[in-house]
């Protein structure tokens, strides 16, 4: 036992030494956790989406004002422009032929709608054109949409531009359309809290934009507007102002939390998830950056974001290559894994096998004490019974004696006293009227009563082993019929047919025909009568 013991404890330190040194050190956190299953699995979002979208165009379907089905349309755009950018674009046509013949203020608001489409679908010229179109009302000219869309183009067609004189005037304009959205902005807004640190941060006052977009994000967060997913765009630039102060630790925290919005919104146009790939990658966690970055380009391919490709592409093949890298080393640690695992198996069966011959010998040991144990429990039971016998027959005869010794004394004195007076002829009455029979029947009489006290079961017991229509009665003035006396002196034991005719005052032939009567009449022919009585344990 002690062998096996050793083992089984070996075969645990063994598994536990592999655990800790082929587990994946990756963050355990919640926000990882949550991501990684949204990376996976986000079709339960998407189905809430889908579902939203199509009441939405059944709505617009059935409305017939222009003005509603106009604000219907705008919602459906909205949904497409980070989903899926043709659709948004075709959806843009439609808006810009519904805003014919309406006010100024639809048509002006299409054409926003068809540049902000052009733009996500990467013709930044274009969408700077359509924009530089649109009639300068009074109601654009308070519009954050309109300067939000100039700085989004203007800011993509930058990226592409290495002409300096260039990127100067572009940044000028820049820096103009985000201080006019300063101005027209709501105090305490979003757009104008976001534009402030944007400023601040092109001004080298990062730590003071991270205070503003921080504090705002907090009073969000404890009125529980967080947790709705619509704080992504504040959530990406606290991260990246994080990222440009070197703090790749909150940098993550917040990617994460930006690109858990996004994937709830069923977002494919979104930079948070790849920016979060890339980050992870430069920190060495090529698995679930491989993951992210696999997730960011199958929704930049199906949300056709064309001027978001390059972005995800251009770290797959750096991305990809390290995973195959680690790919090759984790073959390796699975072989020395598998080989270690093998190892373990042979030990554990060898204990296995140990612990199953002891266990075999234990459990025979085990029947055998057993086998024991029901032998002494049967035997105690016989030497009750036995006892318990005994003690009423010993009873039966001490009461029998009692008064057969007092009457047979009287009867002797009176013989006596007529022999001494030599009166023959009244002896010879008192002989003749003396009855044996009288005795035996109390004796029998007795033995009935006293032998169903210790077996009150005996008779339906018997019973039960005689066929229906030849069970026996008893009558009121019998205890047992003579049947059933021969079968209750074979109970006790006593089952030769000399000792039964014996006790019971019958000739040997008198007791094989009552036995053989018995036979005939029993339930189950062919076996003893005698051999199944000896299983009827009555009131023991």
Known sequence: MGRSFFYLILSVV??????GLFSCKRESDVYFAELDELVRNSKPYEQVFQRRLDSLKCQYRL????????????????????????????????????SKGMSDYYVNRAEMHYADALNKFGRHDEAIRVLDNIERTDSVRVDNYFYYLYH?????????????????????????????????????????????????????????????????????????????????SVEFQIANLYLLEKDTVLGIEYLKRASISDLKKSKRVYMSLWRLAEVLYQKGDVDRSYLYVNRSLRDVSEGKARYRMYDVVKYMPIISESYEQSEDIADIGKFVFMTAIVLIALIMALAYLLVRRRN?????????????????????????????????????????????????????????????????????????????????????????????????NFVSDFNNLLRPEERIVLKHDKLLTPELRIYALIRLGITENAQIAEFLHYSIQTVYNYRQKMRNKALVKGKSLSAQMQKILGGV
């Not at 085990?366 to 027959?393: F, P, T, W």
Request: glycine fraction near 2%; proline fraction near 1%.
């Open 14 to 19: 063994l598994i536990s030494l592999l655990s």
């Open 63 to 98: 409305c017939r004002s222009d003005s509603l089905k106009f604000r219907i349309a705008e919602g459906i755009f909205d949904m497409y422009r980070n989903f899926r950018i043709d659709s948004a674009l075709v959806f843009a046509d439609s808006i810009r032929a519904l």
């Open 152 to 232: 989004t183009a203007l800011s993509s067609l930058m990226s592409n531009i290495s002409n300096e004189e260039e990127r100067k005037k572009y940044n000028m304009m820049l820096e103009a359309y985000n201080d006019t959205s300063l101005i027209i902005s709501h105090q305490n807004s979003e757009e104008k809290l976001s534009n402030r640190a944007w400023l601040l941060a092109k001004q080298g006052n990062r730590k003071e934009a991270l205070s503003i977009l921080l504090d705002y994000y907090k009073s969000k967060e404890e009125s529980g507007e967080v947790h709705s997913g619509n704080m992504a």
């Open 360 to 456: 075999s010998a234990l459990a025979a040991m085990h029947k055998q004490l057993n086998a024991r144990n029901a032998d002494l429990m049967r035997l105690a039971g016989e030497l009750k019974e036995s006892n318990q016998i005994k003690v009423k027959y010993m009873a039966l005869l001490f009461n029998i004696c009692s008064d057969i010794i007092p009457d047979n004394e009287a009867f002797k004195k009176n013989m006596l006293r007529k022999l001494s007076v030599r009166k023959l002829a009244e002896m010879e009455k008192m002989l003749e009227k003396s009855d044996e029979n009288k005795d035996f029947k109390k004796l029998i009489q007795e033995f009935d009563t006293i032998f169903l006290s210790i077996f009150p």
